[in-house]
């Protein structure tokens, strides 16, 4: 069982030409909604690639927290632990996306924010029990640093997507045993530019001096790095035509947490997450993005082979 922690948004998506710049307004072209929000990307894209799954979080009690709960029992999500919080409106996430595939995106957190250690507490039973816990950092750090100490204590692993970037306590680090950074989070733990292969092994060693036992440093097309105490070195991304990158790294840590769940080796772990973000990258939106299993398969046959 893999159990997530974290936000469910509504993503409010507009395709620009390019991401418009501060006191700019830019015609657009179309308009979507999507189920987005990291935590719930990362929890339907873990049962998509083959994963059971329970959520927790907090959605309020609107027509988009009724929309995104039944998604996520569409997905066979474990949805006992979403709470539906009467006091604050569901997350919504207003995206741009570029031609180029890039994105910009602002959240509006609502119930995510009151996502809290009792939350966490009522789930004790299927936290302890769990083969994997995976979270993010769109919910308060104190549920999260909360969740992390409780998954240690019982020797369940903490994979900790760090995103959106911020400075992390160092008790939570020592309680995480893989990290997933991107470049930019990667240099906000570390101060360090990750702007060659060289400071992304320094970045690398530095974070997992912090705590986690495996490092991986995600590059966008280039790939990631992925730093171990048996294996440091870059693990080529697969060539995709990105049309909307949004959630990549999302599918990528539901994809590993699924892996690592039926005990897949790193590497091997690492390439099949690789080869859902490529697949997630080819379509627009978020969860609708996430692969299934067979799909995933599929790619790595066909290019591993
Ligand atoms: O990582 C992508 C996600 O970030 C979007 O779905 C948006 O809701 C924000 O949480």
Known sequence: MVVVIGSSNTDMIIQVPRIPGPGETILGGAFH???????????VAA???GAEVAFIARVGADMFGERAVAGFKADGLDVQYVKIDDSAPSGVAQIFVAEDGENSITVAGGANANLCVDDVKAAGDVMVNA????????????????AASLAHENSVPVLLNPAPAQKLPPELLRH???????ESEAEL?????????????IAARMLRDMGPKDVIITLGA???????SDFEGLIPAFKTKAIDTTAAGDVFNGALAAALAENMPMRRAVQFSQAAAALSVTKLGAQPSAPRREDIEALLKRTLQ
């Open 176 to 182: 995480v045993t893989i990290l997933t950074p991107n």
């Open 222 to 228: 280039t790939g990631v790095f992925l730093s171990t």
């Open 189 to 201: 733990l570390t101060g360090l530019k990750v702007n060659c292969e060289e400071n992304t092994a």
């Open 47 to 49: 049962a998509r690639a």
């Open 131 to 146: 083969e994997v816990v995976l979270m993010q950092l769109e919910t308060p750090i104190e549920t999260i640093a909360f």
């Open 33 to 43: 909604t999507a189920a987005g929000g990291k935590g719930a990307n990362q929890a």
